[in-house]
């Protein structure tokens, strides 16, 4: 137990150093928008400078690390290098899916009710091509699985899931989840934007068709950079969607007009690149992978372990399913008698960054958050304004 410790510890305090954030602010919003990391930084401000400086003559440079962003992305979750598309953000990858399926009228996709809009409106939009998207009812983010499989029957085309539900924490069985999709020959797509890089994961263990996620949150990297890992099977399963110069074969060579398209996940990626993203998001992927993923998870857990104690002292009604499986970085509380957006407003001015959702307080932390960035937080709660009455 003092070992773990030692590690937890060491863990926060390694990250923390890549952090600048914390010069500042007592930062629990990365269910929201993250702060870029120390790397991240480093390689924006490398890519500005080359940029200003050397214009394309080092456009071939930057396609390398591209690609170990690509590779790097890849071994986060067990995959292939081939099945890792580098896209826009989580909306981007979902749509790879809801619009690249061969749907007939009639078909239908299950999801729940309880998931962020990205992963219902893609879903929805197919009603004008006779899909339906069923959503299974959740009790603070818990899915009743013999509820999702009375949702599922022979014309279920896709599963699709948060890995963590946005709005209470409460972090999911994929595992079992997948098995009842594929029980019933439906793809089993995965909303990993609130679990990845702080959570390990092997998509392959845990019978991931699909997956997206943007960068902005967990990974510590910018907005407008994130992938989406599309298994062998599942890639011959979809038609190709965003078709351009950058989807064939032979990309390099525009006077060969001919469309032979890359048979991995690349296809997807048509057009030219947000490059400076990408180096960035590669930069904080290899810091997250360097600490350990598990160590990740290990210190954020304990955290907000003890960050829920500490709040429920203080008072505060937490709302988010807190057993070893279910826990995640995000919890959801309330202080009774407080309206929550005064109440985020208040911290703010007191250097602490929280968010509300579903009507409630939200705080999201990362390994680096520590006891200090607990007793502002605690601090900023006790002199709250705008008792209700």
């Known amino acids: 137990m003092a070992s773990q410790q030692r590690q937890i510890e060491s863990t926060r305090r390694l990250l923390r150093e890549q952090m600048t954030v914390t010069r500042k602010w007592a930062y629990f919003d990365?269910?929201?928008?993250?702060?870029?990391?120390?790397?991240?930084?480093?390689?924006?401000h490398t890519w500005l400078e080359q940029a200003a400086d050397e214009g394309d003559t080092i456009w071939l440079e930057w396609i390398r690390q591209l690609q170990d962003t690509r590779a790097v992305a890849a071994e986060l979750i067990g995959a292939s290098a081939d099945e890792i598309a580098l896209v826009p953000n989580t909306t981007a990858g979902i749509n790879l899916v809801a619009e690249g399926f061969p749907w007939q009228p009639g078909d239908n996709v299950v999801t729940f009710d309880d998931e962020f809009p990205s992963n219902l409106y893609p879903w929805m939009h197919l009603a004008v091509r006779g899909v339906e998207t069923r959503r299974v009812p959740t009790d603070r983010g818990r899915i009743d699985l013999d509820q999702l499989a009375a949702h599922c029957d022979e014309r279920t085309r896709v599963v699709s899931t948060s890995w963590v539900a946005y709005s209470s924490g409460c972090r999911r069985d994929l595992e079992a989840i997948a098995q009842i999709a594929h029980r019933h020959g439906a793809l089993f797509f995965v909303d990993a934007i609130q679990g990845l890089g702080v959570f390990p994961l092997d998509v392959g263990k845990a019978y991931v068709d699909c997956l997206a996620a943007d960068g902005h949150?967990?990974?510590?990297?910018?907005?407008?950079?994130?992938?989406?890992?599309?298994?062998?099977?599942?890639?011959?399963?979809l038609k190709p969607t965003g078709i351009g110069w950058n989807s064939v074969v032979h990309a390099a060579d525009f006077s060969r007009i001919e469309l032979t398209l890359k048979t991995g996940a690349q296809r997807y990626e048509g057009g030219s690149y947000?490059?400076?993203?990408?180096?960035a998001l590669g930069a904080s992927l290899r810091l997250l992978l360097e600490l350990g993923v598990a160590n990740l998870a290990a210190a954020i857990l304990e955290f907000t372990d003890r960050a829920v104690e500490t709040l429920s002292a203080l008072g505060a009604v937490i709302h988010s399913p807190r057993s070893s499986a279910e826990s995640s970085g995000i919890v959801l509380f309330e202080l009774p008698g407080h309206d929550p957006v005064t109440v985020r407003s208040h911290c703010l001015e007191q250097g602490v960054a929280l968010n509300c959702r579903a009507g409630r307080l939200r705080i999201s932390a990362h390994a680096y958050n520590n006891q200090e960035d607990l007793d502002k937080l605690i601090a900023a709660l006790r002199n709250a304004p705008n008792r209700l009455h």
């Open 30 to 44: 990365h269910a929201a928008v993250a702060p870029l990391s120390g790397p991240g930084r480093h390689a924006l």
């Open 217 to 237: 949150k967990w990974l510590l990297g910018p907005e407008g950079a994130g992938i989406a890992y599309l298994s062998r099977d599942c890639l011959a399963r």
């Open 274 to 279: 947000n490059m400076a993203g990408f180096l």
